[in-house]
C-alpha cells in the first residue's frame, strides 16, 4: 500500500498514512452524496450526525452514541458571495456523476436513476445507490496502544480541535499533562492502557452517559461487534449534476462519502468525549466503529485518494452530499489564495471541488455550496 507522510500539527513531526490506490481519476467530477439516515438499511442525509453533548436529552428512549457526527441540521450561512453566488460554482451540464470512480467493493449492488428534488427546490435527476461502509483499499485499525511503552505504530491517531496526535503510549501517559486535569489516569500500575475489550463495553462506553466502571479507558470498536458482525452499509441519493444553492449551507450532520464506501462524518463531539475521560480513538485514516453507524470518518488524512493529480491540486478522495467532489487538504502553507470559505474552488479541467480541512479541525468540510437531497427528519440512532 501507498503512504504519504502527513504532518502533526501539534507536534510539527510528520507520520506517514496509508493511501489508497486507484488507477482512473473521473475528469468530470460532480457527484455527491445525500440522502436519510444512516443505519444498516437506511439513507445518508444532512439530518444524520454524532451526538454531542446533548444528545442524551434529545432522545430519552433510545440510546445514543457519543462518537460519531454532531447535531442534525443544516443551518444557512453568511459565507463568502464567491462561495454562495451560484455563478461561482456553475456546472457542465454535460459533466454528471460516473459510479465507475469508486473503489471496486465500495458499492453494494447496482445503482438506479431517479427524479429528486433538491433542498433548494430544484427538480433534477438523482442517483440511488449503497455504499458498503467498510473500505477496500486499506486494513482498519490499530486504534488503541497497548501499553504506554508502545509506539506510534502500535495506535491511530486522535484530533480534537487543536491538534492531531499520534496515539501512542506517550501520549496515554501524558493526557493529565494536554488536558491539564489530573483526573485522567488510563494505565494500571504495570503501564497497561484501558482499552474496550468487549462488545459490551464498547456499547457502553460510546454513549453519552458512559458506563463509570469505563470512564479512563481508550474506546475502540471491531468489525465483530456490529450487529450480524458485518458492515453497516448506507443508501445515498446524490443528484447526478450538481446543481448550485442560492446560498451556501454548514452541514452539520453527515457530509459525504469517500471513493471507498465510507461515510463522511460531521465533527466528532469531541467535549462529550473528554468529559466522559474517553478517548474515541481513531486509525489513520482518521475513522473509528460506532456501535450503530459502523465504521465511518472525522478527518481527511490521506486516504482512499485516487492516483492522478493534477498540477498545483491535492487527490481527489471523496464526494459531498450536494454532489461537488472533496479533495484532500493542501499542505500547511500551500493552499491558493481562491479558495471561498467552504474551502473550495474552480480550476480547468476539474470544475469546482472543495478540499477538506486538516483532520486537526475535527471538521472536513466548512459548509456546502451546492443543493442535496433534504434529509429525512425522523429521530432514532444516531453515530
Known sequence: MKRREIQ?????????????????????????????????????????SDNTSESSEADSTEQESTYPSSDDEVEDSSVADDASDPSGVATDADSGVDLGVFFDGALVGDATTEDCTLSGGAETSCYRFTVSGFPSSYDVGPFCPSTITDDAD??????????????????????????DDDNWQMYDDNGDVFVTETAEEFDDAARPDVDPELKNHCVEGRLEWLENSEPVTSEVVIPIVPVAAESAAISRGNQGVTLDGVTIAASAPVEAIL????????????????????????????????????????????????????????????????????????????????????????????????????GDERGGPRG
Not at 485516487?306 to 487538504?329: C, K, N
Request: negative net charge; hydrophobic residues 40%; glycine residues 14%.
Open 8 to 48: 502533526d500539527v501539534h507536534t510539527g513531526q510528520t507520520r506517514t498514512r496509508p493511501v489508497g490506490l486507484l488507477s482512473m481519476m473521473m475528469l468530470a467530477l460532480v457527484l455527491a452524496v445525500s440522502a436519510c439516515g444512516s443505519s444498516a438499511d437506511g439513507e445518508l442525509s444532512l439530518s444524520q
Open 154 to 179: 502500535a495506535g491511530g491517531i486522535w484530533f480534537d480541535g487543536k491538534g492531531v496526535y499520534d496515539l501512542d503510549g506517550e501520549f496515554i501517559a501524558n493526557l493529565a499533562d494536554l488536558y
Open 275 to 374: 468529559g466522559a475521560y474517553t478517548i474515541a480513538a481513531f486509525d489513520d485514516c482518521g475513522a473509528h466503529f460506532n456501535p450503530f453507524e459502523g465504521y465511518h470518518m472525522h478527518g481527511a488524512v490521506g486516504c482512499s485518494e485516487i492516483d492522478e493529480v493534477a498540477d498545483g491540486e491535492t487527490p481527489m478522495f471523496g464526494y459531498a452530499l450536494d454532489g461537488f467532489p472533496i479533495h484532500s487538504p493542501y499542505e500547511q502553507g500551500t493552499a491558493p489564495a481562491n479558495l471561498d470559505e467552504c474551502n473550495g474552488h474552480s480550476t480547468e479541467g476539474i470544475g469546482y471541488h472543495y478540499h477538506a480541512n486538516n483532520a486537526a479541525n475535527n471538521q472536513v468540510l466548512e459548509c456546502l455550496v451546492g443543493q442535496y437531497i433534504a
